[in-house]
């Protein structure tokens, strides 16, 4: 089975500085990304039935036990998006209104708030002139949409409706907003910007209390580190975020762990992240995901982790390693600043500053049986000679949808389903 994995890496050029993080370094991987043509009938599609031989005769063959991104309900739920979607469009191109936005609506029934749909109930109230409504729609799919190519369709129709409500101003503003936004979306010259899928090995441990999986978590940190478990401790996030862990326990007072995701991060002699999922009564360690420190420009080797799926999307887990790079600016001839290190430097002025030096991005898509890992998409990119000193906006983005992922990385757009073809 071909699996994903975006891994970005973007390269900062400016001059000298002090505190240089260690670069991570991005595996070369091969594999082939499913095509974009297949339905919602391949996420049930099986891998090779396996047989077991005995010395007299032939076993019946096993029934396919192919990983699958979408529990039962998912798919359900699935289904009835993606039918009321498709029958909500046909109405919207026949320009019977009221029967699209009874399809949409039969939509956000399926997702409640889901930007796609309220986008799109939006646009057929547009062409309705119901005005009011339709802002109301795109205003609402504005504040959630799944990715800035959403967002621009969602712009130029609000600029629409602002044009026939005869708010200029309004209009103006969008408008503004979406030149903005595609200049944005553009990668900079001077990067060059790579992608590759990979297999994923990534395994959960199982536990059968938060108390035992929070035990699981120190232990396995502890492991890595070589220290005693008890000079380890879950504590709040390393910006000053509450604590997860008290967050959780608070939860399991009241009842049984709800479905979730979330991130914990241990600390001792290092500082580890790992992530915690609950579902259908069942938990889901995932133990040092990455491993770091604290450092002037904030983490140093170890990730942001973000948890999320459950429904008509699949559960995945993304990691971001952001590395930076500490300088400091000098006072420069005609009294100027620039970076310390030229020639023309006249005085250091004892002001510091980050810069972007990578950023690393794993997505982990998980089989929603055994929550192992299904796919890992990766990305990677860097400015070349004297490219961007600064980190692209845009360079990664995933629209999760009920059958498939929309990958758009590198300035190009790939349609994945879930499961292979």
Not at 368 to 375: A, Q
Request: charged share 25%.
């Amino acid at each position: 089975m071909s699996q994903l994995s975006y891994r970005l890496q973007i390269v900062g050029l400016l001059a000298l500085a002090v505190g240089c993080r260690k670069e991570r370094p991005v595996p070369k991987v091969t594999s082939t990304i499913p095509s974009a043509s297949a339905s919602a009938a391949a996420l049930a599609s099986s891998a090779p039935p396996t047989t077991a031989v005995t010395a007299m005769r032939s076993a019946p063959a096993l029934p396919p036990n192919k990983p699958t991104p979408l529990d039962a309900a998912g798919l359900r739920a699935a289904k009835e998006y993606l039918t009321e979607l498709g029958r909500g469009r046909k109405a919207t191109v026949a320009k019977d209104f009221a029967q699209a936005e009874e399809h949409f609506s039969k939509c956000l029934d399926v997702l409640p708030g889901d930007p796609r749909a309220l986008a799109e109930r939006g646009y057929a109230r547009l062409l309705a002139d119901r005005l009011p409504e339709a802002e109301s729609d795109l205003a609402a799919a504005a504040r959630h949409a799944p990715s800035s190519a959403v967002l621009l369709q969602i712009l130029h129709n609000r600029m629409l409706v602002a044009r026939k409500q005869g708010d200029e101003v309004a209009a103006k503003r969008f408008e503004v907003e979406k030149v903005k936004l595609k200049a944005a979306r553009r990668l900079p010259s001077g990067v060059v910007c790579q992608s590759d899928g990979a297999d994923s090995d990534l395994k959960p441990q199982m536990a059968k209390s938060l108390d035992e999986a929070l035990k699981l978590l120190i232990v396995a940190h502890a492991t890595e580190d070589q220290v005693d478990p008890t000079s380890i401790r879950i504590d709040e996030g390393p910006f000053g975020e509450s604590s997860e862990a008290a967050r959780l326990k608070s939860l399991v007072a009241q009842g049984p762990l709800p479905d979730g995701g979330w991130q914990i991060w241990s600390q001792g002699v290092s500082l580890h992240n790992h992530a915690l999922i609950s579902h259908a009564g069942r938990l889901y360690a995932f133990p040092n995901l990455s491993s770091g420190s604290l450092a002037l420009c904030g983490l140093d080797g170890a990730a942001e982790v973000t948890v999320g799926g459950g429904g008509t999307q699949p559960w995945h887990i993304q990691r971001t390693y952001r590395e930076l790079v500490r300088g400091y600016l000098c006072e420069k001839p005609n009294n100027t600043a620039g970076p310390c290190g030229g020639d023309d430097d006249i005085r250091e002025m004892n002001m510091g500053f980050c810069s972007w030096v990578s950023t690393n991005i794993d997505i982990t898509i998980l089989d929603s049986k055994t929550f192992e890992g299904i796919r890992m998409l990766s990305l990677s990119a860097q400015p070349s000679g004297d490219g961007a000193a600064n980190e692209p906006e845009h360079l990664l983005e995933l629209e999760w949808h009920a059958d498939k992922v929309v990958v758009d990385a590198c300035g190009q757009r790939t349609v994945v389903p879930y499961a292979p073809e």
